[in-house]
């Protein structure tokens, strides 16, 4: 099941809007503070302003939202007793329904404290059509900023990224963010395509393969007759 799938969930209501459980909450709250996701905070006067989640507190309920260098912007925020905060996650289209947030310090910083939220909404927005391709056993080849080689498993392959696979447990991982200029597609005896990938998103899995890091790329290059073989 995808980690955004909400079968335990009440279906929507008429505003597209639907409770989830605190344990989906979280988890949410944490992949946006990890992947350190740029968010729009929609408030209900119609303006939108740009924010993050800077941190997660599960045993308070409560996450922090980067504030603002401009007082009315904070202001404006601290009097919305309600607000959105939506972004794109996994191809879905994530909206989740904020309470009053509270005035808050992060690092020295403007910041909100804001409870969990109890309600969400989201659209599946797939850009491009995605083909599994473990079982071909097709490989990602690319160098590493130390120079150091890296081998990965093709997990997955669409128009506009690739999903790869590490095997080896224990194997530091790649943040997010990760700019791999020259790598190669391997796809066996058919054929292998340069390219350049960037790490967007990190999933630890737990697989019958031994499969332990999930990262989703996308692509930011292709060489110019790069189909090779």
Do not use: W
Not at 48 to 74: C, H, I
């Amino acid at each position: 099941m995808n980690r955004l799938d909400s079968a335990s969930t009440n279906p929507p209501s008429s505003d597209g809007f639907q409770y989830a459980l605190e344990g989906e909450i979280h988890a949410i709250l944490d992949i946006l503070a990890m992947q350190e996701r740029s968010l729009d905070l929609r408030l209900p006067d119609g303006r939108t302003l740009r924010t993050k989640v800077l941190s997660v507190d599960a045993p308070a309920r409560t996450f922090t939202l980067q504030g603002y260098v401009s007082e009315p912007d904070n202001e404006a925020v601290l009097a919305c007793a309600q607000s959105e905060l939506s972004t794109v996650l996994d191809d879905v289209s994530l909206t989740l329904c904020l309470g009053a947030p509270a005035r808050s310090l992060f690092a020295g910083a403007a910041a909100f404290s804001v409870p969990f939220p109890e309600k969400l909404s989201q659209v599946q927005r797939r850009r491009d059509y995605r083909a599994e391709t473990l079982d071909y056993q097709y490989t990602f080849e690319a160098e590493l900023p130390d120079g150091t080689g890296l081998i990965l498993d093709i997990a997955d392959l669409s128009a506009s990224g690739v999903g790869l696979r590490s095997r080896t447990p224990g194997t530091n991982t790649l943040a997010v963010g990760t700019l791999l200029p020259k790598g190669r597609l391997r796809f066996g005896t058919l054929a292998s395509l340069e390219v350049g990938v960037r790490v967007v998103r990190y999933q630890p899995v737990d697989t019958a393969d031994a499969a332990v890091h999930h990262y989703g790329c996308e692509f930011v290059a292709f060489e110019q007759g790069a189909l090779l073989d």
